[in-house]
């Protein structure tokens, strides 16, 4: 059983920054894919960064240019940096695994607040 562990959530003033991490247990090399999502009360859960087994990542428009996204496959950890957040970044945010097409992992998700 896969289990994903984020940490790094909490309250920060517009501009600031935070790094989301996000602990696989074993090897994260075992995924196709690994990403953020993030879900704000009353709206869907949105794609924030995502990064590929062979390293190539790709953004939501919202975050481009603010966040990234990077790994390293020693610690089978997942980050998120997130710069110039913003009141709107505020949600929860959600590490996912994916192992094949039809089988993907979910963390329990952590906070994110940022305020004006």
């Known amino acids: 059983q896969v289990q994903l562990v984020e940490s790094g959530g909490g309250l920060v003033q517009a501009g600031g920054s935070l790094r989301l991490s996000c602990a696989a247990s074993?090897?994260?090399?075992?995924?196709?894919?690994m990403g953020w999502y993030r879900q704000a009360p009353g709206k869907q859960r949105e794609l924030v960064a995502s990064?590929?087994?062979?390293?190539?990542?790709a953004y939501g428009n919202a975050v481009a240019g603010r966040f990234t996204i990077f790994k390293d496959i020693f610690k089978n950890t997942v980050y998120l940096e997130m710069n110039s957040l913003k009141p709107e970044d505020t949600a929860v945010y959600y590490c996912?695994?994916?192992?094949?097409?039809?089988?993907?992992?979910w963390g329990q998700g952590t906070q994110v607040t940022v305020s004006s």
């Open positions: 996912n695994a994916v192992l094949i097409t039809t089988l993907e992992y």
């Open positions: 074993g090897s994260i090399n075992r995924f196709s894919d």
């Open positions: 990064i590929t087994k062979g390293g190539a990542t």
